[in-house]
């Protein structure tokens, strides 16, 4: 079977009306090549992606109590997650801390990692939704917070999340597999 010219990765990241981010990267790959992904596979390649693709700068720390992106080695947790939930078709990381999350806002939140079949292939998707980032402050953040969030973590994370994909796709279809990154519109919002 062969595989497309360019593999497409979706990606949006929007601050919605509260101001809280939603962020969704997904592709869709050949069923042949992505049989074996379950939605507790990819979010085991995930940690194990951050952790390399940082040079250990954020090292996951794993517990039975939390899942913590933790600074070096130290204890100092950039974003932590309650344990994962397992739901139709997609595990679930709840955001319940972290420096990187506005104090108020910290049991709002989820990571979400899905594997879906579907007639074309197999969505493989990576979604943040309703998350508060400190840097922007509050829910009514400034233009300069706002940008300098546009600058700085959400450029990372898009960066992060679309070579992650890249990286799972080109595992699995070989290393010359080509990929492009497509603008869609899931939620509306200001675009970052």
């Given at each position: 079977?062969?595989?497309?010219?360019?593999?497409?990765?979706?990606?949006?990241?929007?601050?919605?009306?509260?101001?809280?981010?939603?962020?969704?990267?997904?592709?869709?790959?050949?069923?042949?090549?992505?049989?074996?992904?379950?939605?507790?596979?990819?979010?085991?390649?995930?940690?194990?992606?951050?952790?390399?693709?940082?040079a250990t700068i954020?090292?996951?720390?794993?517990?039975?109590?939390?899942?913590?992106?933790?600074?070096?080695?130290?204890?100092?947790?950039?974003?932590?997650?309650?344990?994962?939930?397992?739901?139709?078709?997609?595990?679930?990381?709840?955001?319940?801390?972290?420096?990187?999350?506005?104090?108020?806002?910290?049991?709002?939140?989820?990571?979400?990692?899905?594997?879906?079949?579907?007639?074309?292939?197999?969505?493989?998707?990576?979604?943040l939704s309703e998350?508060?980032?400190?840097?922007?402050?509050?829910?009514?953040?400034?233009?300069?917070?706002?940008?300098?969030?546009?600058?700085?973590?959400?450029?990372?994370?898009?960066?992060?999340?679309?070579?992650?994909?890249?990286?799972?796709?080109?595992?699995?279809?070989?290393?010359?597999?080509?990929?492009?990154?497509?603008?869609?519109?899931?939620?509306?919002?200001?675009?970052?």
């Open positions: 079977m062969s595989l497309p010219r360019h593999q497409e990765i979706a990606c949006q990241q929007v601050l919605v009306e509260d101001s809280s981010v939603f962020s969704i990267q997904w592709s869709v790959f050949p069923a042949h090549l992505a049989l074996q992904l379950t939605p507790d596979i990819l979010l085991k390649r995930y940690l194990a992606y951050i952790r390399r693709c940082t954020i090292r996951p720390h794993c517990s039975a109590s939390e899942i913590q992106f933790r600074l070096f080695g130290s204890r100092w947790s950039l974003i932590s997650f309650l344990p994962p939930v397992l739901e139709q078709q997609a595990v679930v990381l709840r955001i319940c801390g972290g420096i990187l999350v506005q104090p108020g806002q910290c049991g709002r939140g989820e990571l979400r990692f899905s594997v879906k079949e579907q007639p074309d292939g197999i969505r493989v998707s990576l979604e998350y508060c980032p400190l840097i922007l402050g509050s829910p009514t953040p400034s233009t300069f917070r706002r940008l300098l969030y546009r600058l700085s973590q959400a450029a990372i994370h898009r960066l992060v999340t679309v070579r992650f994909l890249a990286l799972l796709y080109r595992e699995l279809a070989g290393p010359g597999a080509r990929v492009r990154v497509v603008g869609v519109k899931v939620r509306e919002g200001e675009p970052v």
